[in-house]
């Protein structure tokens, strides 16, 4: 079965980094695209990056940009979210997100990680 | 950016009932791009249905989707205990993948 295990997540003090960790497993790990979702307790849920089935294609959503780099290890079967100067508006739930077609075709969400909490506090 | 407004904010329901949540696109999407969710608290979102109302793995056909263009509907023909939660639409058509505001299925 499909499982995506997050880890990485916890408290950092503003401008500081995080880097967060996605190891999948169940699947064909080199033939999908991945995602990170965010969600801020208690709200609703935001997009944050993208990266491609081969790694060449790399995606964010307009606030992240420049401040978190998405990678993968197919080796490893791992997903990373690097996370640089982090703000107090970064607090979250991450969520790592399997595409749910295969290769460069869009699809929805079909399966989703538990996601780990990142506090951006001083 | 495709903006997606959910309706309403939240639906308060009898077990047993029909509940229509509704998602409304900024611009038209085809209905092959169109998804939805449920989230319980404290759990992940679980996908429900995708495209022209296929289902996921494991959801009941009481859960349906339809509607074309820029108007969308997750129709849930009879409450269950369970089915109270938080449902998300979203788009997939194009990037940035948006998702509605949500909307709360509570009890009546």
């Known amino acids: 079965q499909v499982q995506l295990v997050e880890s990485g997540g916890g408290v950092v003090q503003p401008g500081r980094s995080l880097r967060l960790s996605c190891a999948a497993s169940?699947?064909?790990?080199?033939?999908?695209?991945m995602h990170w979702v965010r969600q801020v307790p208690g709200k609703g849920l935001e997009w944050v990056a993208l990266?491609?089935?081969?790694?060449?294609?790399?995606s964010y959503t307009d606030s992240v940009k420049g401040r978190f780099t998405v990678s993968r290890d197919t080796s490893k079967k791992t997903v990373f979210l690097q996370m640089n100067s982090l703000r107090a508006e970064d607090t979250a739930v991450y969520y790592c997100?399997?595409?749910?077609?295969?290769?460069?075709?869009?699809?929805?969400?079909?399966?989703w990680g538990q996601g780990t909490l990142v506090t951006v506090s001083s | 950016e495709i903006v997606l407004t959910q309706s309403p904010g939240t639906l308060s329901l009898s077990t047993g009932e029909r509940a229509t949540l509704s998602c409304r696109a900024s611009?038209?999407?085809?209905?092959?791009?169109l998804a939805w969710y449920q989230q319980k608290p404290g759990q992940a979102p679980r996908l429900l249905i995708y495209?022209?109302?296929s289902r996921a793995t494991g959801v009941p056909d009481r859960f349906s989707g339809g509607g074309s263009g820029t108007d969308f509907t997750l129709t849930i023909s009879r409450l269950e205990p369970e089915d109270f939660a938080v449902y998300y639409c979203?788009?997939?058509?194009?990037?940035?993948?948006?998702f509605g505001q949500g909307t709360k299925v509570e009890i009546k």
């Open positions: 997100v399997k595409e749910g077609r295969s290769l460069r075709r869009s699809g929805p969400f079909d399966y």
């Open positions: 169940g699947f064909t790990f080199s033939s999908y695209a």
């Open positions: 990266i491609s089935y081969d790694g060449y294609d790399k």
């Open positions: 611009q038209t999407i085809s209905n092959d791009y």
């Open positions: 495209g022209e109302s």
């Open positions: 979203q788009q997939f058509a194009t990037s940035p993948r948006t």
